[in-house]
């Protein structure tokens, strides 16, 4: 039989594996929130700035405001999954109900579906 169905939880000791993972991810996602923020906030008064500079400045600032709100969005999810984790819930599918495996959960820490789960959730989406 598959490991994976055989268990209904991930152990304490693989639950504390995920969770340095995760809390590793954040305070990376957080270091780079802070660079996107600092360029969002970079001071473009300067009277060097020429009109077509300024121009690509903004393009720059929107699409460092649009990574910064996908970062803030990624630590949200993060998040979440260590209260998962404190419930000794996460790893489990929230479509199938069967364990995650745990490569998935190291690639994607965050995710809450199997592959299965998510070809099943794409699948109701069609319908």
Do not use: W
Request: proline share 2%; with cysteine; hydrophobic share 35%.
């Amino acid at each position: 039989m598959n490991q994976n169905t055989d268990r209904v939880r991930y152990s304490d000791a693989d639950l504390n594996e995920f969770k340095a993972l995760i809390l590793e991810k954040i305070e990376q996602a957080k270091a780079n929130l802070e660079l996107l923020t600092a360029t969002m906030q970079a001071d473009d008064t300067s009277p060097t700035f020429k009109a077509l500079e300024g121009v690509a400045e903004e393009l720059s600032k929107d699409r460092a405001g649009q990574r910064a709100q996908r970062q803030v969005e990624f630590i949200n999810k993060l998040k979440a999954a260590l209260v998962r984790i404190e419930n000794k819930t996460y790893g489990v599918c929230r479509i199938t109900g069967k364990l995650i495996p745990k490569g998935r959960l190291l690639a994607v820490p965050h995710t809450t579906t199997s592959i299965e789960g998510k070809e099943i959730e794409q699948q109701r989406k069609k319908r």
